[in-house]
């Protein structure tokens, strides 16, 4: 994996992300880091197929990395979500848990994937629109860096940062807002 420096950066930049991810939904450590480990396997996996070896050729890593590491964390947390019971005469029986209907399940998952899909495009245009924004956005909102930090690395006080971020939300709110409202309702 070393000959891929792409890789190794993603996986430096972006590891404590699929971590968080991985943890908030299945709530144990040790499943969480096996989950992160998986994930980074499959982007290893693609890139490799693809014969990508920079990290501009995946513009939208952070929210791939985010959506497949908290697919493969709540997939985990179903299948082990099953109770085995022993009744009354010593016999041993696996217990479903109660789920969704098929139908919402399904409207769930989609509902997921096209929110994953519209978050991909606000980011491209956003990248477009302003460099700046896109990294300060990136910065606080997904990589969890504090905001005085976030305000030093960008050069810029935290008043300028605090007004930049307001600027690129309503940004997005303007551009974005009806598709996002839309989504929301389902």
């Known amino acids: ?50 014969g990508v070896k920079d ?10 990395l985010y959506t ?7 997939n985990h947390r179903k299948k082990t ?12 029986g ?7 209907s098929l139908e ?8 997921e994937k096209m929110r994953g ?11 477009k629109k302003n460099e700046r924004w896109h990294e300060a956005i990136m910065m606080i909102c997904y990589m969890d860096i504090p905001v005085a930090e976030t305000a030093s690395r960008l050069h810029m006080t935290e008043n300028a940062l605090y007004v930049m971020m307001h600027r690129a939300r309503n940004w997005i709110q303007n551009q974005f807002g009806v598709e996002y409202d839309e989504l929301s309702r389902f």
């Open 55 to 64: 990290i501009a050729e995946y513009p939208n890593i952070k929210s791939w």
């Open 1 to 50: 994996m070393t000959e891929n420096i792409g890789f190794d950066k993603i996986y430096k930049d972006y590891k404590n992300l699929v971590l968080k991810a991985a943890h908030t939904y299945t709530g144990d450590l040790d499943t969480a880091e096996d989950i992160m480990q998986d994930t980074f396997l499959a982007l290893y996996r693609d890139m490799s197929a693809k």
């Open 117 to 127: 899909e519209l978050h991909e495009r606000i980011f491209a245009a956003l990248m």
């Open 94 to 100: 696996i217990e479903e848990p109660a789920t969704e």
């Open 68 to 74: 497949t590491a908290k697919h493969r964390a709540i």
């Open 81 to 92: 979500s099953r109770v085995v019971s022993v009744d009354a005469g010593g016999s041993e």
């Open 104 to 111: 919402s399940e399904y409207l769930s998952e989609m509902t």
